[in-house]
């Protein structure tokens, strides 16, 4: 006998309905006290759900309130990887809600694909093509004040280690200098000579040629490699989804990063708002707090409501309400009742906070219902 | 997309974990969907012509789309959005 088709009567949501179908399964009760069960199981569901017009914005904003000031003030922390920093605690918090464009501490999370992912050495591979390597790291740099050159002696060991070759060392060489100087190789040591006859030229060249990006990419600092269960999984300081995704071995469907502004531009608003319920998650969690999902979720769907983020706060969801005395009320006070006041705005007292300001009931609640008789109308 | 080694593979972004299921509603579904919350087209949440998936599943401006996301309280839950400029 299956459940199922009892089941399948009532509009439950479809975590709800396994958890009852598990019960069940265990207790294995005959059909019509199954269906009693439901039932009452059901009457429950239906009174635990949200009133209508209960003030949901405002509970969430508590109970995510309340905990936040417990929150560490501390910044920085070494949180599950070591050696690699990452901004922790109620700064995270802000960061998160405030969408920063970029944040204190980009980190990603990149899986790999099972071919790469069992072997240290292949995953060393790949975090090779990953990780910014400069010209600095496999050459020693020279400046030659007499002659007016540089020359770069590389190393023959770290670009071995790197899996860097020589002819790879010129042809980035080359596209870096470009027209401002020449690049004459002798006996495997490459010497540059500025055309200009000037020391800051060569000076800047130098600068330039010392920071030179050789392999890996610009954005990714630092990669470090961890063994999480059977797999090896990489773990960087910077980020840049476009680029790893396009490197050999990366399991892109498994990559992360805690840019969440990054992950709307690359996957779009609604991965977006997977990341922000993950990253405010799992950072209050860090901290041993326990907040319930459904308040960060409607965090989430507030601010990606209108297909694009928009941050909590004057820039974002507070600033853009239509009433004047509500965004007055949150920040900056003076500014936007002024300019209310030169462009001639109105406000239809709609709201919760314009009414609260003039002493009207507020539309909430059962404030929130109006009867309207119809007169001589007759059923 | 194409790989730096010159090796190209089909990848959808789709694919990706942190997305879900995204699809274009038809005309009369989006009648009855409408009808059934009461709305107009307007009232639905938006999602952004320019948005990588609407790109990857071709949506228009106009078109409804359908979000079938993993849950965390309810397993699964669907939502909706309004494609617009």
Known sequence: ?379 | MVFKGGRSMKVSLQDHVLVPKHEILKEEEVEELLKLLRVSKEQLPKIKASDPIVKEIGAKPGDVVKITRKSLTAGVSIFYRLVVE
Do not use: W
């Open chain 1, 1 to 379: 006998m299956s459940y199922d088709a009892i089941l399948k009567e009532y509009p439950l949501p479809p975590s709800v309905k396994q958890e009852i179908k598990e019960e069940l399964e265990r207790l294995k009760p005959k059909k019509n006290v199954a269906k009693k069960i439901v039932d009452l199981c059901y009457q429950a569901y239906l009174s635990n759900l949200i009133e209508p017009g209960e003030a949901v914005g405002i509970v969430a904003a508590q109970s995510i309130g309340e905990p936040g000031t417990q929150m560490t003030m501390r910044t920085f922390h070494y949180a599950g990887v070591a050696e690699l920093n990452v901004t922790l605690g109620l700064p995270r918090l802000i960061e998160i809600l405030d969408v920063r464009k970029n944040p204190s501490t980009p980190m990603m999370t990149i899986r790999l694909l099972p071919e790469y992912a069992k072997d240290r050495d292949k995953a060393r591979e790949v975090a090779n093509r990953i990780e910014a390597t400069h010209l600095k790291d496999v050459a020693e740099i020279e400046v030659d004040l007499r002659e007016m050159s540089i020359t770069i002696k590389p190393d023959r060991e770290a670009m071995n280690k790197k899996d860097l070759t020589i002819d790879e060392l010129r042809e980035k060489i080359e596209k870096s200098i470009k027209k401002g100087a020449e690049l004459i190789e002798e006996k495997g040591i490459f010497v540059v000579k500025v055309k200009k006859d000037s020391y800051k030229v060569l000076m800047d060249t130098f600068e330039e040629l010392k920071e030179l990006v050789v392999m890996g990419i610009k954005e990714i600092k630092r990669v470090i490699i961890r063994k999480e269960g059977e797999e090896y999984v990489l773990y960087t300081e910077g980020s840049s989804m476009k680029k790893v995704m396009k490197v050999k071995g990366v399991d892109f469907t498994r990559t992360i990063t805690n840019d969440i502004y990054e992950i709307y531009e690359v996957l779009g608003i609604e991965a977006a708002r997977t990341a922000i319920i993950n990253e405010a998650i799992s950072t209050l969690e860090e901290q041993g707090l326990e907040v319930d999902v459904r308040h960060i979720m409607l965090v989430a769907d507030v601010m990606t409501a209108d297909g694009e983020l928009r941050q909590i706060g004057r820039h974002g969801v507070a600033g853009e309400k239509q009433s004047i005395l509500a965004r007055a009320a949150f920040e900056m006070t003076v500014n936007n009742l002024l300019d209310a006041a030169v462009r001639g705005e109105v406000d239809y007292l709609k709201g919760i906070t314009e009414n609260i300001i003039i002493g009207q009931p507020i539309k909430l609640g059962t404030g929130d219902v109006e009867l309207i008789a119809r007169l001589g109308v007759r059923r």
